[in-house]
């Protein structure tokens, strides 16, 4: 596994590391591994998935997300790979609706948008005009000059973005609200379905069946190592629990967020490194509540909160959108935020959380604590890139200027947000371009 780059091999083969085995690195090996090539995956933790990744409670029958996934029906990418190794992926239509003056409405749909009774109905058709023009606009180029918290309330209405779409931006991203580009709120409205597509079983299944369709095909994927730094020409230091090790490899694939990357790499040049540091993120936490009953009762799966004072951010809850019977008959609930790694959220336990958020929760259903079975608390101090406007000028590259040594995190899926479909997307396309 470990020796010379430069043995003898013949037939094109490489030896190829990839740092990660969130589904950006865990699809490239796969593709690399189908073309023969010696593909090593390195994963710090003990399950495939990155931000994926999932955990099981002793009586559930299928894993759950520690932070809420799902796709939509027109990401092709992870579609088609989960087609292509034979797993299966679930279409549903469930129900969001967002949360207003207390009260819960649906809004998904343009029926329900255009039916929305607390706009007249030149707002609701302002509203819908602008939404509509935005899901067939196919170029999102000339829209990332533009902020979006600028150009929304002169096209939709001041009132319609007050009330809807600035709580959101705001609970979402904080500081960095009033400097989102509206190219990302293109993509997420271009993007986005009624129906939603889940894997059966959740995302880690579908992470561990991938890590056996790389292994079949003569890949490796090493949990619990680490990399601690790399060097010139794919030099890897390798940590594990007992030991550390050094390794050469002909190409090196690096998922990780940037700001690791600058950290495992301290050779990168200066100019480079102050380029990424200009990269800005924020992360997630999710605090899961397993309950007796339903938390909505009108069976909502995800509810976005339109109040800036919130604590929270979305209630998302999972079992209104794939069956209880698969978590023992539990309701799951997730209590999302997304917040800066420094912020108090990430120093508070999940008591702490629960106790803050509680009077907002018996707002919408008062006796909801009399159900709880248990809650678990997930943090992610990088989750979303912020999207400034013109973020294609700072987009970092694929090449880095490490010798053989390539970039590939969900910084570089843009115009698109974040995703798990990204992330295969990113992986075909690392894979064919260190192989071409």
Request: aromatic share 12%; with cysteine.
């Amino acid at each position: 596994l470990f020796r010379s780059p430069s043995d003898p091999r013949g037939n094109g083969v490489m030896r190829i590391a990839i740092i990660g085995a969130g589904f950006t690195g865990l699809t490239a090996a796969y593709k690399l591994a189908k073309q023969h090539h010696e593909v090593v995956v390195f994963e710090k933790d003990q399950e495939p998935g990155g931000l994926a990744v999932g955990y099981k409670e002793k009586k559930w029958e299928w894993s759950l997300e520690k932070h809420y996934h799902h796709c939509f029906t027109n990401d092709k990418s992870i579609l088609s790979l989960a087609k292509e190794i034979n797993y299966e992926m679930l279409i549903k239509r469930p129900k969001t609706s967002v949360f207003v003056g207390n009260k819960i409405y649906q809004l998904d749909s343009p029926i329900t948008v255009l039916l929305f009774p607390l706009l007249s109905v030149f707002e609701r058709l302002k509203m819908s005009a602008v939404i509509g023009f935005l899901r067939i606009d196919p170029f999102w180029k000339p829209l990332e000059r533009y902020k979006a918290s600028e150009i929304l309330p002169k096209l939709m209405g001041k009132k319609p973005f007050e009330m809807i779409w600035e709580p959101l931006f705001v609970n979402k991203f904080g500081n960095f609200a009033n400097n989102i580009s509206l190219a990302w709120f293109w993509a997420r409205i271009k993007k986005r379905t009624s129906a939603l597509a889940y894997p059966k079983g959740g995302f880690l299944e579908l992470a561990k069946v991938l890590v056996k369709e790389i292994e079949k095909n003569g890949g490796k994927v090493l949990f619990e190592n680490e990399i601690s730094e790399l060097k010139e020409k794919g030099q890897l230091v390798i940590k594990t629990k007992s030991d550390e090790k050094t390794a050469g490899f002909d190409k090196v694939i690096v998922t990780l967020p940037s700001f690791l990357f600058l950290k495992i790499a301290p050779t990168l040049p200066m100019d480079y490194q102050e380029k990424l540091k200009k990269l800005q993120s924020i992360g997630a936490t999710n605090l899961v509540l397993r309950l007796k009953k339903p938390f909505f009762k009108d069976n909502t799966y995800w509810l976005n909160v339109c109040d800036k004072n919130t604590p929270v951010m979305a209630i998302v809850e999972h079992t209104n959108y794939m069956d209880k019977q698969y978590y023992d008959g539990e309701s799951i609930v997730y209590l999302g935020n997304y917040k800066a790694p420094d912020d108090a959220y990430f120093k508070m336990t999940k008591e702490e959380m629960l106790k803050k958020f509680d009077p907002y929760l018996k707002k919408i259903n008062p006796g909801y604590s009399q159900n709880i079975i248990g809650y678990e608390l997930f943090k992610s101090p990088f989750a979303q890139p912020i999207i400034p406007i013109n973020y294609s000028k700072i987009l970092p590259p694929f090449k880095t200027p490490l010798e053989n040594v390539f970039l590939a995190n969900i910084e570089q899926v843009y115009p698109w947000d974040r995703g798990t479909n990204y992330a295969v997307e990113l992986g075909i396309k690392a894979a064919s371009l260190i192989s071409s």
